[in-house]
């Protein structure tokens, strides 16, 4: 099984700071990799996928990038709607083994 | 406008069964593969099965292999997920959600399992 880590596991900042979340794989995945965004209460939101192609309708100021094991989700101006739990997700493997990491809750600081 | 709804969750004790739907509407259903994620309480995500788009595929967790079943009605726009052999830890909100290529771009609202005595 592919064991996907992220961090940090908490990230505090202030609205209109970049925030920077990681996302590693145990072994390489390629690009095989997408993002979530969830609020409390509520199904996740796909952000992006292929590693930096955002999906409909999210904003310009979410972006990803890297590729084999290493990966990051830059949020460039943070507004209020954007603290949450963000996750990462591979899509590597064939058989399906899809596996997330165990997010990163993004807070107000 | 896009929706998927999910219903069929509840209560059930240790051993029990529960068999959860998922309508989907606004979208060309039997054209896309569908999943079911679940998210334990104050926990992460888990992707827990899917299914082709003529039900002639199917993929699971090693977790719920045996027990749990997916299947889909391309004429009802619904999927299912039929759980047997329920476990204090199959205990979560689960969502159905479309699969675009390997990831998941529409999600329904979820539900919730409990299992308990």
């Known amino acids: 099984e592919i064991v996907m880590t992220q961090s940090p596991a908490t990230l505090s900042v202030s609205p209109g700071e970049r925030a920077t979340l990681s996302c590693r794989a145990s072994?390489?995945?390629?690009?095989?990799l997408a993002w979530y965004q969830q609020k409390p209460g509520q199904a996740p939101r796909l952000l992006i996928y292929a590693a930096s192609t955002r999906a409909t309708d999210i904003p310009a100021r979410f972006s990803g990038s890297g590729s084999g094991t290493e990966f990051t989700l830059t949020i460039s101006s943070l507004q209020s709607e954007d603290f949450a739990v963000y996750y990462c997700q591979q899509y590597n493997k064939w058989p399906p083994r899809y596996t997330f990491g165990q997010g990163t809750k993004l807070e107000i600081k | 406008e896009v929706q998927l709804v999910d219903s069929g969750g509840g209560l059930v004790q240790p051993g029990g069964s529960l068999r959860l739907s998922c309508v989907v509407s606004?979208?060309?259903?039997?054209?896309?593969?569908m999943t079911w994620v679940r998210q334990a309480p104050g926990k992460g995500l888990e992707w827990v099965a899917n299914?082709?788009?003529?039900?002639?595929?199917?993929w699971y967790v090693d977790s719920v292999k045996g027990r749990f079943t997916i299947s889909r009605d391309n004429a009802k726009n619904s999927v299912y997920l039929q759980m047997n052999s329920l476990r204090v830890e199959d205990t979560a909100v689960y969502y159905c959600?479309?699969?675009?290529?390997?990831?998941?771009?529409?999600w329904g609202q979820g539900t919730l399992v409990t299992v308990s005595s």
């Open positions: 072994q390489s995945i390629r690009s095989d």
């Open positions: 959600a479309r699969q675009e290529w390997r990831y998941f771009d529409y």
């Open positions: 606004g979208l060309s259903f039997s054209s896309y593969w």
């Open positions: 299914i082709k788009q003529d039900g002639n595929e199917k």
